[in-house]
């Protein structure tokens, strides 16, 4: 069993800070890509920013120079620090990673993408 247990969301004033956290926990081998998606009411669930096993990021457009990815591998956690934000914004972030898991031996059984239950972020102008 693998959990992803999302925290760090809320109401923030335009201009404002967040820090999402994500926290994996379970039989897990390894931790591969982490990543932050968000969705907004009546649109699709878009890519947020991303980070590799060996820290390579990527962001959205939107994202770039505004938010920063991070991750802590020895806590098993996935971080999105976002800061100067804007009422669009607004949106359920998940964290999605991708986890090879493992049996009750511990040997790996597979990869499969994760997901967390989503944590709501609003900001206000």
């Known amino acids: 069993q693998v959990h992803l247990a999302e925290s760090g969301g809320g109401l923030v004033q335009a201009g404002g800070s967040l820090r999402l956290s994500c926290a994996v926990s379970?039989?897990?081998?390894?931790?591969?890509?982490m990543g932050w998606y968000r969705q907004a009411p009546g649109q699709q669930r878009v890519l947020v920013a991303s980070?590799?096993?060996?820290?390579?990021?990527d962001y959205a457009d939107s994202a770039k120079g505004r938010f920063t990815i991070s991750r802590d591998n020895a806590k098993k956690t996935v971080y999105l620090q976002m800061n100067s934000l804007k009422p669009q914004d607004t949106a359920v972030y998940y964290c999605?990673?991708?986890?090879?898991?493992?049996?009750?031996?511990?040997?790996?059984?597979?990869?499969?993408?994760?997901w967390g239950q989503g944590t709501q972020v609003t900001v206000s102008s």
């Open positions: 999605a990673v991708d986890i090879t898991y493992a049996d009750y031996t511990d040997t790996p059984v597979a990869v499969k993408l994760y």
């Open positions: 379970g039989r897990i081998y390894n931790l591969n890509t």
């Open positions: 980070i590799t096993e060996s820290g390579d990021t």
